[in-house]
């Protein structure tokens, strides 16, 4: 079976209720981050980014925080559906292009129906 | 378009063969990279390339040795298997070229799932 991501970090949640997944990074020069969800028997799948110069940024039932002070992001998932179990991932975003990013633990988020 | 895809999507080898990763990308993209995915980690940059015949170092690239003949593919290979490099294997491209922004986001293969005994 799958064994990437067994020893996540695990977020529950009720099928309809909003889903708040944290991150922290420890590069204060770091300037741009992005979200990647990846399900099961998959490669990570972009969600959204967002720019230091940004503090939040909105997509389609989702919502990144970037709070530059303590280092940390979130991504808010709104009226989370069976469709959003899976690992996310935060990332960083380093060298122009996007050829190279830096990929955070990830977080994997199980919704109940 | 197919994307990014990868071949094969698995394998199991015996320490010290060989063996080479296929990726292939159909988006025109001018960068690609190659990551490995470990179990309860996040995806570490391997290798990566800005263009054809231009290939350069990642965070864990001992190993696996890379090129780039042609804007399309970019094979990993594995020179000497070890169990250690029992991972997922992901590649991906981004647009890069003239274009290029820092914004720009990867485009991710379905993975190969190695395992070296």
């Known amino acids: 079976g799958e064994s990437v991501g067994l020893h996540l970090p695990t977020l529950s949640v009720q099928e309809g209720d909003n889903s708040i997944i944290n991150c922290a990074y420890s590069n204060s020069a770091s300037d741009y981050f992005i979200w990647y969800k990846q399900e099961s028997g998959k490669g990570p799948q972009f969600i959204i980014d967002?720019?230091?110069?940004?503090d939040k940024r909105q997509g389609q039932r989702v919502t990144v925080l970037l709070n530059k002070t303590v280092k940390h992001l979130s991504l808010q998932i709104a009226a989370t559906q069976p469709g959003d179990s899976a690992v996310y991932f935060c990332?960083?975003?380093?060298?122009?292009?996007?050829?190279?990013?830096?990929f955070g633990a990830g977080t994997r988020l199980f919704v109940k129906a | 378009n197919a994307g990014v895809t990868q071949t094969p999507k698995f394998q199991v080898l015996k320490t010290g063969q060989s063996m080479t990763l296929q990726c292939a990308q159909d988006m025109n993209h001018e960068y690609m990279s190659w990551y490995r995915q470990d179990p309860g980690m996040g995806l570490r940059l391997i290798h990566y390339s800005v263009g054809a015949g231009i290939t350069d170092q990642g965070e864990v690239p001992n190993g696996y040795n890379v090129s780039r003949s042609t804007t399309e593919d970019f094979p990993l290979r594995l020179l000497s298997a070890a169990p250690s490099q029992t991972s997922v294997y992901f590649c991906?491209?981004?647009?890069?070229?003239?274009?290029?922004?820092?914004?720009?986001?990867?485009?991710f293969g379905p993975g190969t799932r190695l395992t070296v005994l």
């Open positions: 991906a491209s981004s647009r890069g070229g003239a274009r290029v922004k820092d914004t720009d986001t990867q485009y």
């Open positions: 990332a960083e975003g380093m060298g122009t292009g996007g050829f190279k990013t830096i």
């Open positions: 967002i720019r230091s110069n940004m």
